[in-house]
């Protein structure tokens, strides 16, 4: 045990009324919409990354959090492990996930940061055993350490590429080892700055390979998680390669991935491409390749990832509908990939960033699941394409386009426009909100 929560008793739902600040008011895991625990629904996890090992610098300032394990040493990985499960049982979250320098210190050579990853991951599968917490994924961290300064697998030094491969190998064979339901690949520098030094066309290629080597040494293994690519469209490189959830696909598509590998969505980074959150999600539920969720928002005046907590229940409301229309989570979740600001110095102020999203979480779910039972929202969807359920209309996709203008012509077709009742169904939505 640490002494860094010992203040703080676990949050229990009290209910929307409740004027305590330490309580869920809307999050009430045991609650049942449509068929499921809200548990089940939401499938929270905590991110080790932000709550964890981030220390509150910024591109204009250090560290301002002052936390007991953050001395760079074995002792230090397992003290954070311990304070890391003190809240995760707190909140009581179902999940949780970590890059490996999130967990362990790094080595002065490959070996040594391995063997530091695998003591830590032997720490980690003991709490796992005495408490509720389980992982939902890991991934490696490719982006901090200077040698990922081009890229990993897109980087024009092969040794890079090398090193990268076994950096995944390591990170899958941990994250088979402590039950992980999914393995993430972000490509924070799997991108460029300029055109001037970079082979675009090679660098793809590369990247490619590598996801195969990933997909096929995940089966070697027996690795029944879900493969997942977390898309970005910039930030820090001037251009990522995995832009968004369409370019995702086309890239999935090009090295015969598509029934492989699936996309963790972040809110953020959705922002970031022009898009928003419902829109990635319901992209990747059309294409077949939704898997989960990284849950914070931006400051739309700052215009970079800010990653803060989620505070706005009706905006992710529309996210979680989607969600919802997909089926819902297989081995996904809703992963708080999400920060306090480096002005919130306290323990109090880690566990009520949680608690605020929690609860906003649990909101936005609540009247996107009364909205999909009641069903007008469909219903209204479903009216608008409905002359596609003729089979005249049907027929005319299989047809070529000579036959289709012969037809407009025979039959002096003269469409009138019909209103898409946008602002009705504006209405209709706040009205669950």
């Not at 990268?164 to 994250?175: G, H, M, N, P, Y």
């Not at 029944?224 to 001037?238: A, C, D, F, H």
């Amino acid at each position: 045990m640490t002494d860094f929560f010992k203040s703080i008793q676990p949050i229990k739902y009290e209910g929307p009324e409740s004027t305590n600040e330490f309580s869920f008011r809307h999050y009430d895991p045991d609650e049942v919409l449509l068929g499921k625990r809200m548990e089940e629904h939401l499938r929270f996890a905590v991110a080790y990354w932000h709550s964890f090992a981030w220390q509150g610098g910024d591109p204009f300032g250090g560290q301002t959090f002052e936390r007991p394990w953050y001395a760079d040493t074995m002792e230090g990985a397992k003290l954070k492990a311990d304070a890391a499960f003190e809240l995760f049982d707190i909140l009581g979250t179902p999940f949780y996930a970590f890059h490996d320098l999130d967990a362990r210190p790094e080595g002065a050579t490959f070996a040594e940061s391995k063997r530091n990853l695998e003591e830590i991951v032997d720490y980690l599968g003991n709490k796992q055993a005495s408490h509720k917490a389980k992982l939902l994924w890991g991934t490696a961290n490719m982006f901090t350490h200077r040698r990922w300064m081009s890229g990993a697998a897109t980087n024009p030094d092969p040794e890079v590429y090398a090193y990268a491969a076994a950096t995944v190998k390591s990170c899958l064979d941990a994250t088979l080892k402590l039950g992980g339901q999914n393995y993430v690949l972000w490509g924070g520098r799997e991108g460029y700055e300029t055109l001037l030094n970079t082979d675009l066309k090679r660098e793809r290629a590369h990247a490619g390979r590598f996801l195969q080597q990933v997909v096929d040494y995940a089966h070697k293994i027996g690795f029944k998680g879900s493969i997942l690519i977390e898309p970005k469209p910039q930030e820090p490189s001037k251009h990522q390669y995995d832009y968004d959830v369409a370019t995702v696909y086309g890239f999935l598509k090009d090295f015969g991935l598509e029934k492989e590998v699936k996309v963790n969505i972040e809110q953020g980074h959705a922002i970031l491409a022009g898009h928003s959150f419902e829109h990635e999600i319901a992209t990747a539920a059309a294409l077949g390749i939704f898997g989960s969720i990284d849950m914070n928002r931006n400051d739309y005046q700052s215009g970079w990832d800010t990653d803060q907590f989620p505070n706005n229940h009706a905006e992710k409301a529309l996210a979680f509908y989607e969600i919802l229309r997909a089926g819902g989570y297989t081995t996904g979740g809703t992963n708080f990939d999400a920060k306090v600001r480096r002005q919130s110095l306290d323990a109090e102020d880690l566990v009520l960033a949680h608690v605020g999203g929690m609860d906003t979480c649990a909101r936005a779910l609540r009247a996107a699941a009364y909205m999909f039972e009641d069903g007008p929202l469909e219903a209204a969807r479903n009216a608008r394409y409905a002359g596609w359920d003729r089979e005249g209309a049907k027929a005319m996709l299989a047809q070529p386009l000579e036959v289709i203008a012969q037809a407009v012509e025979d039959n002096n077709i003269n469409p009138k426009p019909r209103s898409g009742r946008q602002e009705r169904l504006e209405n209709l939505w706040n009205h669950y909100i």
